[in-house]
């Protein structure tokens, strides 16, 4: 017991063991961050009431089921592909994870640890998210701004540059040596849309006898 005491960190020694693990299993369940601990298999051994709250259950109705009851197969496919390369490579890994709830999707970035057991070998995987909800719908609204911009861009073409013109007929001619009406050219180079009328000069040239 004396060489117990003399290499236990913890100020009252082995019996205060009991109380630290109470504690922290206290701040695990507490915890605003979705934590959870999963088996190889997929399995969740354990989880805390901000992983089970947007499924709309409880820590109890989640630990013991695996990740393909929680998630549409493409869904779990990807956190498996995850969880199977940190058994493999035995590296923290962090990625962004789409959640989706019945009250819409929520996103988070989640890291995942590998946790090694008694014999070296890594037994399960400990993950720690945090919700980027927020933030990633400001993404995605400027993201969808942008590619309206850019389409609008896209459709603005103006006119530059010295255009050939018939001196005569006012038709002009196009970069592929075709002779096209001023309307038809404008219109395929800009946003313009013509409406036809007469303007009065013309009006008394070619209609005389309207009464003006």
């Not at 989640?62 to 058994?87: N, Q």
């Not at 075709?178 to 009328?197: C, D, I, L, N």
Request: aromatic share 8%; hydrophobic share 35%.
């Amino acid at each position: 017991m004396d060489d117990i005491d003399k290499t236990d960190p913890s100020p009252g020694g082995p019996s205060s063991w009991p109380d630290r693990v109470e504690v922290m299993q206290t701040v695990l369940d507490a915890s605003t961050d979705p934590i959870f601990n999963i088996l190889e298999d997929g399995t969740y051994r354990y989880v805390n009431a901000a992983f089970a709250g947007p499924f709309g259950r409880t820590p109890e109705e989640v630990i013991g089921r695996r990740i393909w009851d929680l998630f549409e197969p493409g869904e779990a496919e990807k956190r498996m592909s995850v969880v199977r390369r940190a058994f493999s490579t035995r590296e923290t890994i962090v990625f962004e994870v789409r959640v989706p709830t019945p009250a819409g999707d929520r996103h988070y970035i989640t890291s995942v640890r590998p946790i090694p057991g008694p014999d070296g070998a890594i037994s399960s995987v400990v993950c720690i998210s945090k919700e980027i909800t927020d933030r990633k719908q400001v993404e995605l609204e400027r993201e969808r701004l942008i590619a309206e911009l850019q389409e609008a861009l896209a459709k603005v073409r103006t006119l530059s540059g010295l255009l050939p013109i018939c001196a005569h007929c006012s038709k002009i001619r196009d970069d592929r040596g075709h002779w096209t009406r001023v309307e038809s050219y404008v219109s395929a180079h800009s946003q313009a849309k013509f409406s036809h009328g007469i303007c009065p000069d013309c009006l008394r040239r070619e209609y005389p006898e309207v009464d003006r």
